[in-house]
Nanobody
Framework: QVQLVESGGGLVQAGGSLRLSCQTR????????MAWYRQAPGGQRELVAS???????????NYADSVKGRFTISRDNARNFVYLQMSSLKSEDTAVYYC???????????????WGQGTQVTVSS
């Protein structure tokens, strides 16, 4: 079994900052891409930021245009964490934020997608 456990959401004023954390737990051989998505009320789930496994030698970090320069994604491969540092928050950043990870549970298996339960971020104007 694999679980993605998120924390760090909450209520913040516009212009403020929040840091989201997500730990992948369970039987894990390797984790490939990790990412954060969000879904606003009435909207579709959209990619916020993603980071590949070997982000030091082969950095592939992607951001949605709407968060570039304000959000930073990072990961700790030793502890299976992914983080999202959010700064200069705007009311339009209000959404449920979901952690995503591609997890391989044994050395011969494939990478399967897994999702966290979601954490609410509310930005008041």
């Amino acid at each position: 079994q694999v679980q993605l456990v998120e924390s760090g959401g909450g209520l913040v004023q516009a212009g403020g900052s929040l840091r989201l954390s997500c730990q992948t737990r369970g039987t894990i051989s390797s984790i490939n891409t990790m990412a954060w998505y969000r879904q606003a009320p009435g909207g579709q789930r959209e990619l916020v930021a993603s980071i590949n496994r070997d982000h030091i030698r082969d950095p592939r970090i992607n951001y949605a245009d709407s968060v570039k320069g304000r959000f930073t994604i990072s990961r700790d491969n030793a502890r299976n964490f992914v983080y999202l540092q959010m700064s200069s928050l705007k009311s339009e950043d209000t959404a449920v934020y979901y952690c995503y990870a591609e997890v391989r549970q044994d050395y011969s298996g494939s990478y399967d997608p897994h999702w966290g339960q979601g954490t609410q971020v509310t930005v008041s104007s």
